[in-house]
Nanobody
Framework: QVQLVESGGGLVQPGGSLRLSCAAS????????MGWYRQAPGNQRELVAS??????TNYADSVKGRFTISRENLRKMYLQMISLKPEDTAVYYC?????????WGQGTQVTVSS
């Protein structure tokens, strides 16, 4: 079992930046995919970015060039977001897919507004 905890959300003006963090309750040694998803009110949850244990990354077209996903050691993952837009407003969730199971964090709110 793995618990995931997100942090770093908040209110930011358009054009601003935020860095989201995801901390796992234990080190992850297996083959895995970690990712950031987001869900805005009335919308389905969508994949924003993902990274594999091998370091391969994938981004939604809407965030390419603005968001960067990264890892640190075996327990942390980040999402650096720049040039934020009002349409980036959503609850952002950390996800881990490992050994046939999917784990989710509780989510962190990102609001982009002037």
């Amino acid at each position: 079992q793995v618990q995931l905890v997100e942090s770093g959300g908040g209110l930011v003006q358009p054009g601003g930046s935020l860095r989201l963090s995801c901390a796992a309750s234990r080190s992850i040694f297996n083959s895995y995919v970690m990712g950031w998803y987001r869900q805005a009110p009335g919308n389905q949850r969508e994949l924003v970015a993902s990274i594999t244990n091998g370091g391969n990354t994938n981004y939604a077209d809407s965030v390419k060039g603005r968001f960067t996903i990264s890892r640190e050691n075996l327990r942390k993952m980040y999402l650096q977001m720049i040039s934020l837009k009002p349409e980036d407003t959503a609850v952002y969730y950390c996800n881990l897919q490992m050994a046939g199971r999917s784990y989710w964090g509780q989510g962190t709110q990102v609001t982009v507004s002037s």
